[in-house]
């Protein structure tokens, strides 16, 4: 392990909600030490952040690695290097491969893989129902066991409450985390925009934003009933937001997630059926974009995530209703989120509490902070070069994106887990 000290770094901390100039030292893969204003003489190489700000490196939950099964949408080594260049240190992994993740050997698959060619972090997430199919609960245990840090069966709502209740009974008993995919699944089914003006003018299958609150309203009655640790996925409309304030009022263990895209587009971006706007949920209003915005700055909802979803073109080259839903968005999260930032929205240390601090928290990890003692995976980034997003420059084999051609402000300029460096911006 490399001993390292930042100086003339702006310091973003999400556990004090500060953004200060200062220093930070790293040895054997922790942070040793931090203060402000100029370095002390130690020991270390010396990074000189001239300036640019130094915040914990990213925790991604929700992100589809496409091994085993569609490794030429995205691998672990791919996934991976699109991650350090896009300032995220931890990946948590969906189960929604080919086979499901749902045994401990497909697991543990997974796991070495991740393991032998991914810069990063990785933390696997296991399937909550044997082939994602709502009919039969896994092993939670034994997939706990293999390393599973949370269950879920991703965008395949569990219908059968009987089957979900007694799914969130076990997991309570493990002491496991649960993470759904409010909707209600008739209603959603089919619907590749949400429901509105935009939606009758273009002729697109809509689904009304009631969906997501009715499935929210499901999940938190089963809460109350079981006690169990639940996250929302992707909370995206104003709907939804009442409810899961009530929820976490009434002391349930519920928190709740949205996606980077839901956060910086709406449904006007799909404008003239552009299919790399094509996500699930589908791109919301302006007002429920709003909302959502509202809900991170005042911490209702806790975590921003890139649901970082790889598609190859033949899955997206095709009529709106008929394309596969979902975008890369592990190296865009940053420079996206960033234009919350750049628009007075929400401050650096907010973001970095959605994006690192508040997921590792729910995951138990010791990461997402700039603490002494705190593992050594950090983002050193510069927030204010302006560049023109080009998809073919995206390190992840997939390049469906949505701000392909975009413009964007806010560039990684390093990577570094566990005090080594994994991505330098050339």
Same mark, same amino acid.
């Given at each position: /392990?490399?001993?390292?000290?930042?100086?003339?770094?702006?310091?973003?901390?999400?556990?004090?909600?500060?953004?200060?100039?200062?220093?930070?030292?790293?040895?054997?893969?922790?942070?040793?030490?931090?203060?402000?204003?100029?370095?002390?003489? &130690?020991? %270390?190489? =010396?990074?000189? *952040?001239? !300036?640019?700000?130094?915040?914990?490196?990213?925790?991604?939950?929700? =992100?589809?690695? *496409?091994?085993? !099964?569609?490794?030429?949408?995205?691998?672990?080594?791919?996934?991976?290097?699109?991650?350090?260049?896009? !300032?995220?240190?931890?990946? +948590?992994?969906?189960?929604?491969?080919?086979?499901?993740?749902?045994?401990?050997?497909?697991?543990?698959?997974?796991?070495?893989?991740?393991?032998?060619?991914?810069?990063?972090?990785?933390?696997?997430?296991?399937?909550?129902?044997?082939?994602?199919?709502?009919?039969? /609960?896994?092993?939670?245990?034994?997939?706990?066991?293999?390393?599973?840090?949370?269950?879920?069966? *991703?965008?395949?709502?569990?219908?059968?409450?009987?089957?979900?209740?007694?799914?969130?009974?076990?997991?309570?008993?493990?002491?496991?985390?649960?993470?759904?995919? #409010?909707?209600?699944?008739?209603?959603?089914?089919?619907?590749?925009?949400?429901?509105?003006?935009?939606?009758?003018?273009?002729? $697109? #299958?809509?689904?009304?934003?009631?969906?997501?609150? /009715?499935?929210?309203?499901?999940?938190? %009655?089963?809460?109350?009933?079981?006690?169990?640790?639940?996250?929302?996925?992707?909370?995206?409309?104003?709907?939804?937001? #009442?409810?899961?304030?009530? %929820?976490?009022?009434?002391?349930?263990?519920?928190?709740?997630?949205?996606?980077? @895209? @839901?956060?910086?587009?709406?449904?006007?971006?799909?404008?003239?059926?552009?299919?790399?706007?094509? +996500?699930?949920?589908?791109?919301?209003?302006?007002?429920?974009?709003? %909302?959502?915005?509202?809900? +991170?700055?005042?911490?209702?909802?806790?975590?921003?995530?890139?649901?970082?979803?790889?598609?190859?073109?033949?899955?997206?080259?095709?009529?709106?209703?008929?394309?596969?839903? !979902?975008? +890369?968005?592990?190296?865009? &999260?940053?420079?996206?989120?960033?234009?919350?930032?750049?628009?007075?929205?929400?401050? &650096?240390?907010? &973001?970095?509490?959605?994006?690192?601090?508040?997921?590792?928290?729910?995951?138990?990890?010791?990461?997402?902070?700039?603490?002494?003692?705190?593992?050594?995976?950090?983002? $050193?980034?510069?927030?204010?070069?302006?560049?023109?997003?080009?998809?073919?420059?995206?390190?992840?084999?997939?390049?469906?994106?949505?701000?392909?051609?975009?413009?964007?402000?806010?560039? =990684?300029?390093?990577?570094?887990?566990?005090?080594?460096?994994?991505?330098?911006?050339?």
């Amino acid at each position: /392990m490399s001993n390292l000290i930042f100086t003339n770094a702006r310091l973003i901390d999400p556990e004090s909600g500060t953004d200060s100039i200062g220093w930070l030292q790293v040895a054997e893969g922790r942070i040793a030490a931090r203060g402000e204003g100029d370095a002390p003489a &130690l020991d %270390a190489q =010396v990074v000189d *952040c001239g !300036g640019h700000c130094l915040a914990p490196g990213i925790v991604d939950i929700g =992100v589809k690695v *496409c091994e085993p !099964g569609e490794r030429h949408k995205e691998s672990y080594k791919s996934a991976g290097l699109a991650a350090a260049a896009g !300032g995220v240190t931890t990946i +948590v992994t969906r189960p929604d491969t080919l086979p499901a993740v749902d045994t401990p050997e497909t697991l543990e698959f997974a796991t070495r893989r991740a393991q032998a060619d991914a810069p990063v972090n990785v933390l696997p997430m296991a399937a909550l129902t044997k082939n994602r199919e709502g009919r039969e /609960m896994t092993e939670i245990g034994f997939l706990q066991d293999a390393g599973a840090v949370a269950f879920t069966d *991703c965008d395949h709502v569990i219908a059968n409450t009987k089957v979900f209740s007694r799914a969130l009974t076990y997991a309570r008993s493990c002491g496991a985390l649960v993470i759904a995919h #409010p909707q209600e699944p008739g209603l959603s089914n089919g619907a590749a925009a949400t429901s509105g003006k935009f939606a009758a003018l273009r002729g $697109l #299958p809509a689904v009304s934003p009631m969906a997501e609150r /009715m499935g929210l309203d499901r999940d938190i %009655a089963l809460l109350e009933m079981t006690g169990a640790a639940y996250h929302a996925d992707q909370i995206t409309t104003a709907r939804a937001l #009442p409810a899961l304030e009530r %929820a976490k009022r009434n002391g349930l263990d519920i928190t709740a997630g949205t996606s980077i @895209h @839901h956060l910086t587009l709406n449904e006007l971006d799909v404008a003239d059926y552009r299919t790399f706007f094509k +996500v699930k949920p589908p791109l919301r209003s302006e007002d429920d974009r709003q %909302a959502v915005i509202d809900a +991170v700055r005042s911490g209702l909802i806790d975590i921003i995530s890139s649901m970082h979803t790889p598609q190859d073109e033949e899955s997206k080259r095709l009529p709106f209703e008929e394309a596969a839903s !979902g975008a +890369v968005a592990l190296e865009t &999260l940053l420079p996206a989120a960033l234009r919350l930032y750049h628009s007075d929205q929400l401050d &650096l240390p907010t &973001l970095f509490r959605a994006m690192a601090l508040n997921p590792a928290k729910r995951l138990g990890l010791d990461a997402g902070r700039l603490a002494e003692g705190a593992p050594a995976d950090l983002v $050193l980034f510069d927030p204010d070069v302006p560049f023109v997003l080009d998809r073919f420059s995206l390190k992840s084999k997939s390049q469906n994106t949505p701000f392909d051609g975009q413009r964007l402000q806010g560039k =990684v300029t390093a990577t570094y887990v566990a005090g080594q460096e994994v991505y330098r911006r050339s």
